[in-house]
């Protein structure tokens, strides 16, 4: 598909240029949202947190592809992560209630379910019920 071609043009502009940053973001979204080739999503991401650690999307991009792997120490470690450099991102508090959840921390699943929601981040039906649910 389109995705998978445009990897190849990164692929192909990384031979030209491989210290262009703007590459990787690109490539690394791709693979993330695109393809769902999420090992390699998490090597580009790993890539633009050593060129530059102070962008909480990176975080919260890799630890969405660690939460797809079914990593779920790593994406809280990274969610955390983006959190303490930028606090207001709603949908990294979502991602993160994921997490928590997927790893049977229910309190703290709800927890930032609900500040997600206070944040303005509109969270799935039923969300929190299901999650009081599951910590039965």
Do not use: W
């Not at 809280?76 to 790893?103: G, V, W």
Request: with cysteine; proline share 4%; glycine share 6%.
């Amino acid at each position: 598909g389109q995705n998978e071609l445009a990897v190849e043009d990164y692929n192909h502009a990384f031979k030209i240029d491989s210290t262009n940053q703007s590459l990787f973001i690109n490539r690394s979204f791709t693979l993330l949202n695109g393809i769902h080739n999420y090992p390699a999503a998490i090597a580009d991401y790993n890539r633009l947190i050593a060129i530059d650690p102070t962008k909480p999307e990176y975080y919260k991009n890799r630890g969405a592809a660690e939460l797809n792997l079914g990593k779920y120490n790593d994406a809280i470690a990274d969610f955390n992560k983006s959190l303490s450099i930028s606090n207001k991102d709603a949908e990294c508090m979502f991602y993160l209630s994921l997490a928590y959840k997927n790893n049977k921390s229910y309190p703290d699943a709800i927890n930032f379910a609900m500040k997600a929601k206070q944040g303005g981040y509109k969270l799935p039906d039923n969300y929190i019920e299901n999650i009081q649910k599951g910590a039965k």
